[in-house]
């Protein structure tokens, strides 16, 4: 499927149907506290827009699709989790990327693969100090709170998206989980 960006047209593969706004209110957060975790539901939009396609020295082909997911407790309607990135398509190696910042001073760049079928599946996952898909962090949480690896889980059904994402985290003196649900409708 193509779009049309500043008058080309540009061929989003199965990023396509991720293009527009999502909303979702059956959010669950598990996120580590000192003495155990945390679950807190949340509430969320998500607005993916196209990007455009780029050429990488020559010899790759990118499509590429921007977002910015807002979260939101419902227990007080505080946002806690802004995050903005892309997800890339690399149709000749059948790729798919996730490179994402949080304002924690931590960015992740996410690789793997994607189920181009009814549901389509991406899924992708980085490592510190992985050899193709890593994590930056900076100096204070890499000794406070360290991202140990980042998997990530998003299911494309017409109108209905849903995902799973697992942040391993070391913090408080433990290796952790912190997990993040949703399911969204597009609006």
Not at 52 to 57: L, S
Not at 69 to 87: A, C, L, M, P
């Amino acid at each position: 499927m193509t779009a049309n960006i500043d008058g080309s047209d540009v061929d989003f593969g199965p990023l396509t149907g991720l293009i527009g706004r999502w909303a979702g209110d059956k959010g669950s957060d598990v996120a580590p506290e000192p003495d155990g975790s945390e679950e807190s539901p949340y509430y969320e939009t998500i607005v993916f827009s196209a990007a455009g396609d780029v050429e990488n020295a020559e010899s790759q082909e990118l499509v590429a699709v921007h977002y910015h997911q807002i979260v939101s407790r419902k227990s007080n309607d505080e946002v806690f989790h802004n995050e903005t990135g892309y997800w890339m398509w690399d149709a000749a190696q059948g790729v798919v990327m996730h490179s994402l910042t949080i304002p924690r001073a931590v960015c992740v760049l996410a690789g793997g693969t994607v189920k181009n079928e009814n549901p389509v599946v991406f899924e992708v996952a980085a490592r510190l100090d992985g050899p193709d898909w890593g994590i930056i962090q900076s100096p204070f949480m890499k000794g406070k709170a360290r991202t140990l690896e980042f998997r990530h889980k998003v299911t494309l059904d017409g109108d209905q998206l849903s995902y799973s994402e697992t942040t391993i985290v070391e913090i408080y003196g433990r290796v952790f989980e912190h997990t993040d649900q949703n399911e969204l409708r597009r609006l």
